[in-house]
């Protein structure tokens, strides 16, 4: 079971950048990444996803061209670099793992505002706090 640990959340004001790092236990060529939050009170929705391949990434309506998914095969990492932060990015954000067999439809669920449910594998989250 492929295991995820998300890291580089933290405080930052309107403006400002983070960026988010999951790490794998395992070689990533098998698999597309998603990344998603969940807000206080709020259903977790999707974000972003990159392809196994690195070749094709995505993203939802509210974070494109703000933020921006890539990956580093030789670190098994992919990170998600955010900018341009607003108060309603503040969430618990994670990354998730499905297997390159179900194709890209997961990706596009994804950023459509899907939950992830498709996705088998899990991180722990990372807290974002945008916040003057």
Known sequence: ????????????????????SCAASST?????????????GK???GV????????STYYTESVK???????DSAKNT???????????D????YCAAIHKRNGLRPCLVTI???TGAAFSSWGQGTQVTVSS
């Open 78 to 88: 992919v990170y998600l670099q955010m900018n341009s932060l607003k108060p309603e």
């Open 48 to 55: 972003s996803c990159i392809s196994s391949n690195h070749g």
């Open 43 to 45: 259903e977790r929705e």
């Open 65 to 71: 061209g703000r933020f921006t998914v890539s990956a």
């Open 28 to 40: 990533l060529d098998d698999y597309n990444i998603g990344w998603f939050r969940q807000a206080p």
């Open 1 to 20: 079971q492929l295991q995820l640990v998300e890291s580089g959340g933290g405080l930052v004001q309107p403006g400002g950048s983070l960026r988010l």
């Open 112 to 114: 459509a505002g899907g």
């Open 90 to 93: 503040t969430a618990v954000y």
